[in-house]
């Protein structure tokens, strides 16, 4: 494994460059589950999600206050590799693009994709921060960002709202757990922005034309040599069934009635404050 | 091979022993955090804990290479944490340096004739996977979702295992084959409690990372960590109508969702407010449901909610039977009940 963790609070060079990474893959709102159980993705189409939306906005502003490049990172099937998908951060601002587009990472597990992003972050060396997208749809896209993070050697923060990056380090403000902390990073690390970071604004046509001169570098999968990693032997599909709840009806005919009714069940859980006894 | 838990906090403690003991292999827990979090750990059956540590100022983030490295060495055939930002940085570096498959949003654990036996859910929640992993696998078990699947009995009385669903760790939770989550949902009784394990103390550098404010989050809007929340859809009339709802949420104190059409199709509330496949999954204590029939794009951002209230006039529609509670009836008649019966209690509701 490849540690990167810098050793002291030494100065950022202006070498050091942002990268994000981000996904381009099937969203589950067109997927279907068949009889049989199985997802049919047939009908989803590929997107970023907010999430990266918001991480490429927050990378972009973290490579101008450092004074150095953003580059977009993905990282999955042949689909991440075309011209709409590295069009889609290009015209969000990073600088370049570059891309590991293999059939063999179709739907991809979260540590052989967490495991490719960290020796592509290693082959384009002096990097030294890394933003991820994180929000809705996409749960192995987060889990990967916790691997590439454990690949490299360096913290993950989750639920980043807000980040500033300076010559010493990295102030991150972020939301989890029903916290909100204001942190400081020394030195490398993974960032994963929730969507709720804010949404920029969607690209213009300047932004479109302009990412069509932006450069997109490809790295081949089997340079990397990342080891495989067992994915396991499916035995059962199905789909999903609703959780188990009370079901207890109460007839709104009488609407002050029903309203009575069921605050006091709901006060009689502990669900609602001593107010309101 | 051995079971290892990475725990960090007491909320799922409960969920992933009962996970962990389904695989029948002896438990170590690596807890990053103070004394008394290990020693109830230690008093849950498992075999050993290794306490590392924690400062005041360090997240549990920063504690992730070493654990890892301290992991590792042990060459577990399985290791567990729970789905929150702190267990998934944990598990992610552990399951870098065992080049192991890491599955997320587990639901189920068991052991089988061929290897590890896991369910999941996938594709945003709409259908589940179940996998046979031969080799060492790290998974982040759902404890939302998996709280909310073992509510098999009511509320208070005891479950299957005897426990109370409590955070707290059950003594004998252990036992081996006792299935708290396996695909068949066996589960069996309660047996003598064993006697607490030994807990030993490793000191891990963590990286620096510093912690320089640390607050409750306000009402700020976010849904992800909201206690209460009031969700609207399209028994919404009019945007104009949104004030209700508003008057609702505050009288509860809760934030406001809503379903698909509300956001992406009508544009009346942004896109940060929709709950379902395609938007946020919510695990709030109270998820108030006004005018949304219960379709599975939207009820399965929904399955970590404690308690599901829904206001409907169709007494067909699914929430009805997928509510705790179901009002039926027009919610422009009973939303004003709603809030004019709270207000008459004597203020705002408190947020737990």
Redesign the interface.
């Known amino acids: 494994m490849a540690v990167r963790a810098r050793v002291g609070g030494g100065e950022r060079g202006q070498q050091m460059s942002v990268v994000v990474a981000y996904a381009w893959a099937e969203l589950p709102q067109d997927a279907t589950v068949r009889s049989d159980g199985t997802v049919d993705w047939t009908a989803a189409k590929p997107a970023l999600t907010p999430g990266d939306a918001a991480a490429i906005a927050r990378g972009r502003e973290a490579a101008d206050a450092l004074g150095t490049e953003c580059i977009g990172l993905c990282a999955g099937g042949p689909s991440a590799g075309t011209p709409s998908a590295t069009k889609a951060a290009l015209a969000r601002g990073v600088d370049r693009a570059v891309v590991v587009a293999d059939a063999a990472l179709t739907f991809a597990g979260a540590t052989r994709l967490g495991m490719v992003l960290a020796a592509a972050i290693d082959r384009l060396g002096d990097v030294d921060l890394v933003l991820t997208g994180e929000g809705p749809g996409v749960s192995d896209a987060a889990t990967a960002a916790a691997v590439l993070a454990g690949r490299l050697g360096w913290p993950l923060l989750s639920g980043v709202t807000s980040v500033t990056a300076d010559a010493s380090g990295t102030t991150v403000e972020r939301i989890g757990d029903r916290r909100a902390q204001r942190l400081r990073v020394a030195g490398p690390a993974v960032l994963a922005v929730s969507d709720q970071a804010g949404q920029p604004a969607p690209p213009g046509m300047a932004d479109v034309l302009a990412a069509a001169t932006k450069p997109v570098g490809r790295l081949e999968l089997s340079a990397l040599r990342v080891p495989e990693v067992a994915p396991g032997t499916v035995t059962a599909t199905a789909k999903a069934e609703p959780a188990a709840r009370r079901g207890q009806v109460i007839d709104g005919a009488d609407a002050a009635e029903a309203a009575s009714r069921l605050l006091v069940a709901l006060r009689g859980e502990g669900l609602l404050g001593e107010a309101d006894r | 091979m051995s079971t290892y838990l990475l725990i960090s906090?007491h909320r799922g403690t409960a969920e992933l022993l009962r996970a962990a003991s389904a695989i029948g292999e002896p438990i170590t827990t690596v807890v990053v955090g103070d004394r008394a979090l290990a020693d109830e750990v230690a008093a849950g059956g498992v075999t050993g804990v290794r306490r590392v540590p924690r400062a005041d100022d360090t997240?549990v983030?920063?504690y992730?290479?070493g654990v890892?490295s301290l992991v590792a060495r042990a060459e577990p055939g399985a290791v567990l944490a729970s789905d929150?930002?702190g267990g998934?940085?944990l598990?992610?570096?552990?399951?870098?340096?065992l080049?192991?498959?890491?599955?997320?949003?587990v639901t189920a654990v068991a052991r089988t004739a061929?290897g590890i036996?896991?369910?999941r859910?996938?594709?945003?929640?709409?259908?589940?996977?179940?996998?046979?992993?031969?080799?060492p696998?790290?998974l982040?078990l759902d404890v939302s979702?998996r709280r909310?699947?073992e509510?098999?009995t009511?509320?208070g009385a005891p479950d299957a295992a005897g426990a109370l669903g409590s955070d707290a760790p059950r003594s004998g939770a252990s036992q081996p084959g006792r299935v708290g989550g396996a695909?068949d949902g066996n589960d069996a009784a309660a047996t003598t409690p064993e006697p607490a394990a030994t807990v030993e103390e490793v000191a891990v550098t963590p990286?620096?990372?510093?912690?320089?404010?640390?607050?409750?989050?306000?009402r700020?809007?976010?849904l992800?960590?909201a206690?209460r929340i009031v969700a609207v859809g399209r028994g919404l009339r009019a945007k104009d109508d949104l004030g209700l709802i508003a008057d609702l949420a505050d009288a509860?104190?809760a934030e406001i969702a809503c379903s698909q059409p509300l956001s992406d199709w009508l544009g009346w509330l942004p896109?940060?407010r929709l709950v379902g496949?395609?938007?946020?999954?919510v695990a709030p204590?109270?998820y108030v449901v006004l005018g949304i029939s219960g379709q599975?794009?939207h009820?399965?951002?929904t399955?970590g909610a404690s308690?599901?209230?829904a206001?409907n006039?169709d007494?067909d529609c699914?929430y009805?039977?997928?509510?705790?509670?179901?009002?039926?009836?027009?919610l422009y008649?009973?939303v004003?009940?709603?809030i004019?019966?709270?207000e008459t209690?004597?203020?705002?509701?408190?947020?737990?």
């Open positions: 906090r997240p983030e920063a992730a290479a890892a929150d930002a998934r940085a598990l992610g570096a552990v399951a870098a340096a080049v192991a498959p890491v599955l997320a949003e061929h036996s896991v369910t859910a996938v594709a945003g929640g709409i259908a589940t996977e179940t996998r046979t992993f031969a080799g696998i790290a982040a979702r909310a699947s509510r098999a009511p509320r695909p990286l620096s990372v510093t912690v320089l404010d640390d607050r409750p989050a306000e700020d809007g976010d992800a960590t206690s509860l104190d896109s940060d496949v395609t938007g946020r999954h204590d109270l599975p794009q009820t399965e951002g399955r308690t599901v209230v206001v006039s007494p699914p009805v039977r997928e509510a705790d509670y179901a009002v039926v009836g027009d008649a009973i004003p009940e709603l004019a019966a709270l209690a004597g203020g705002r509701a408190r947020a737990r």
